[in-house]
Nanobody
Framework: QVELEESGGGLVQPGGSLRLSCLAS????????MSWYRQAPGKERVLVAR???????EVADSVRGRFAISRDNAKKTVYLRMTSLKPEDTAVYYC?????????WGRGTLVTVSS
């Protein structure tokens, strides 16, 4: 059972930046994907970015060029660097890991972009 804990969310003004972190309770194989999803109020949860070894990171069209995903396997952590934030980026951001065919989710961290 993998436990995931997100951190780094908060209130930020439009145009600002945040870095989200997700700490896993155990080492995740680099070949297993680690991802960030988000769910805005009244909307479905959608993929924001995904990273795994041997492949280029996947980034949603809506955030490409503004968000970047990275991981530090030694620290069991995946990051989401978010820049040029817009009000429409407001959502709960969830960390996701798929390991041995099982999906694991964190509890989420709220990002609010507002002036």
């Amino acid at each position: 059972q993998v436990e995931l804990e997100e951190s780094g969310g908060g209130l930020v003004q439009p145009g600002g930046s945040l870095r989200l972190s997700c700490l896993a309770s155990e080492t995740i194989l680099s070949s297993d994907p680690m991802s960030w999803y988000r769910q805005a109020p009244g909307k479905e949860r959608v993929l924001v970015a995904r990273i795994r070894s041997g492949r280029d990171p996947e980034v949603a069209d809506s955030v490409r060029g503004r968000f970047a995903i990275s991981r530090d396997n030694a620290k069991k952590t995946v990051y989401l660097r978010m820049t040029s934030l817009k009000p429409e980026d407001t959502a709960v951001y969830y960390c996701h890991v798929r390991e041995n065919g099982v999906n694991y989710w964190g509890r989420g961290t709220l990002v609010t972009v507002s002036s």
